[in-house]
């Protein structure tokens, strides 16, 4: 390995190649030294991972514990006020994503029932109606609209919250906070007060399920004696949160993307068929959840690097979906790719439980889109558009768009 590489000191953000590339110093990185030290704000030494093959090398060995990762939040080095740790973080009750075997194994395996290739399926009919719903909605706007309120957003939203047994009405408790909770720079007190507000709404949502249990996954789950009411809660905040930002952002700025790429856009359009490849060539091409942190709980060899006992490693799946040793000019869109492969759901024993969902209701979503309004496009400049660089998932924080026409 190059030892010549500049040990780079925090995580390098900036989308300075353009809104949809990684920034440049993650590609040189990957290119230099695709398991590099990294110095984390603090001041201690870790570890980035960025090339394809070491991340999911790593993603696929329990030695990385996951207790060093809040879900998809991330503590303890971006949040100031958090203590440097030196051994994997206690855990919240029920977010077994932030845990390692046996008690992430135990609490998975209750869910995995529920979200199996079958059940969503099943679901697929319902998923397009709402979808439908909710583009009829959009269609009746003067335009221009903004695209992540009118459509990304909701359409999972209102998903999760059915399957979940949230009522959609209390959508304002989970949207502002879980949006709070994900802002990078947020101070411990602002995450945690975030953090309070939705586990005492879900925690009384729970409480009520476990009385008197309806036809949603969480009063299945709440029918378990053996799961206690945090734990309940936990899984119910880790479901809600993973299961609308994620996708929400996927949309958004899948759909800047495909309006950035106009031949490809009309490809698809003129062969839908065309949308199943295409949608796994966005996940690739965008990995909106990009940065997970592990924690090695012993010695680890890892790409020619020795990862030592007690350190944090970060890992970057956006670099790793990038890296030309694994797909070729990775840096650009095919929407003929084949994609799979990919590590945009992760790897390993965390890979994605709501994966399946989450491809039913990007191809309903982008299909009725296009469908939809055969003339979108966007409203403001494409430079203008915000993104969200200051977020734990990265996409736009709002996609001003205007149309023409609409069609069934
Ligand atoms: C885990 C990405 C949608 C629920 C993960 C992981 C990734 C990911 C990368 C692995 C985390 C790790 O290894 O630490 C995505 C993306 C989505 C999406 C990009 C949308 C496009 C969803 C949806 C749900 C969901 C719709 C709905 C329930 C979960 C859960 C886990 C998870 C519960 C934790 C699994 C475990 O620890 O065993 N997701 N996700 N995700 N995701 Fe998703």
Redesign the pocket.
Known sequence: MSETAAIPHGLPMERDAGPFDPPRQITRLREARPVSPLVFPDGHQGWLVTGYDAVRQL?ADTRFS?RQ?L??VHVPYETPGMPAATEPSPQVPGL????DPPD?TRL?RK?TGA?TVRRMKQLEEHIVEITERQLDEMARLAPPVDLVKEFALPV?SL??CE?LGVPYEDRENFQVNSAKFLVKDQPLDEKMAAYGAMTTYLAELVMRKRAEPGEDILSDLARHDDLTIEELTGIAF??LL???E??A??LALGTFALLEHPEQLAELRAAPDLLPDAVEEL?RYL???DI???YATEDIELGGETIGKGSTVIVS?LAANHDPQRFDHPDTLDIHRKARGH?????????????Q???I??RAGFDGLLRRFPTLQLAIPADEVKLRTDMNIYGVHELPVTWTETAR
Do not use: K, W
Not at 96 to 99: E, G, I, P, T
Not at 343 to 355: A, D, P, R
């Open positions: 993603l996951s990762d879900g998809i077994f994503v932030a845990m992430h998975r869910l979200f999972p998903v999760i399957l880790l479901l993973a299961g609308h994620t996708t952002n996927m996940m990995s909106v959840a997970f942190y592990r799946l590590l945009s759901f992760g790897h390993g024993i965390h890979q994605c439980l709501g994966q969902l989450a491809r209701e990007m």
